[in-house]
């Protein structure tokens, strides 16, 4: 079946500008989850949503990353005022409920000039 | 504090020989742990899992060993093959508890395999 789906699989901006990310999980997964990867790094935890709802917000780096989901599917992870410092590759992944393994899709790689 | 992490960077071997990645963990509290491949390019891709309460789990070609006595995990992949080339992660969960749904990942060990 179909994986996790990100788009745009790569963003080049100029700073200060607006980007928006969307992530379409597998269908049926209730669990979707949004990491940062700096070159070099592991992945960082950024926020997680059940059905809609967002219980943990606490790894948005800045006032300036929002995220939403809608109808229980896709994801929009939206940074707004774009820094260098968050050129990274997004990842999102999703899993059927919290107590199962999450499966990622290939990230959307963001450049910040 | 809560923390992941790899014994060695990178790891090279030859093809066919067996290779072993270990990971160390510091969260006491952590029950569950998953090794994922990220190749180039790529997102990361799920290999095996374990939980707390078993001490060895084996896949197809893969064998996860977690020795809770000194929070130490470990990924054997068995007559190593140039297709698993990648970075390897292991990530741990605390399956109890608030925050049960977040992994925490290593840095990551690089697997080169020498044909």
């Known amino acids: 079946g179909a994986g996790v789906s990100q788009s745009p699989s790569n963003k080049v901006t100029e700073k200060g500008k607006d980007v928006e990310l969307r992530c379409d999980p597998i269908?049926?997964?209730?669990?979707l989850y949004w990491y940062r990867q700096s070159l070099g790094q592991g992945l960082e935890f950024l926020i997680y949503f059940q059905g809609n709802s967002a219980p943990d917000k606490s790894g948005l780096p800045s006032d300036r990353f929002s995220a939403e989901r809608t109808g229980g599917s896709v994801s929009t992870l939206t940074i707004q005022r774009t820094q260098q410092e968050d050129s990274a590759v997004y990842l999102c992944?999703?899993?059927?409920?919290?107590?199962?393994?999450?499966?990622f899709g290939d990230g959307t790689r963001l450049s910040i000039l | 504090g809560e923390s992941v992490g790899l014994h060695l960077p990178t790891l090279s071997v030859q093809e066919g020989d067996n290779s072993i990645i270990n990971c160390a963990y510091s969260?006491?509290?952590?029950?569950?742990f998953i090794w994922y491949k990220q190749e180039s390019g790529k997102g990361p891709q799920f290999i095996i899992d374990i939980r707390s309460n078993m001490d060895k789990r084996q896949g197809q070609r893969v064998t996860v060993l977690l020795n809770k006595t000194v929070k130490h995990l470990s990924l054997q992949i068995a007559a190593t093959q140039p297709g698993d080339s990648a970075v390897y992660f292991c990530?741990?969960?605390?399956?109890?508890?608030?925050?049960?749904?977040?992994?925490?990942f290593g840095k990551g060990t690089l697997l080169t395999v020498n044909p």
């Open positions: 990530a741990e969960n605390p399956w109890r508890g608030g925050s049960n749904y977040k992994l925490t």
């Open positions: 992944a999703s899993s059927p409920t919290v107590f199962q393994p999450q499966h």
């Open positions: 969260n006491s509290a952590s029950d569950y």
């Open positions: 269908s049926g997964h209730t669990a």
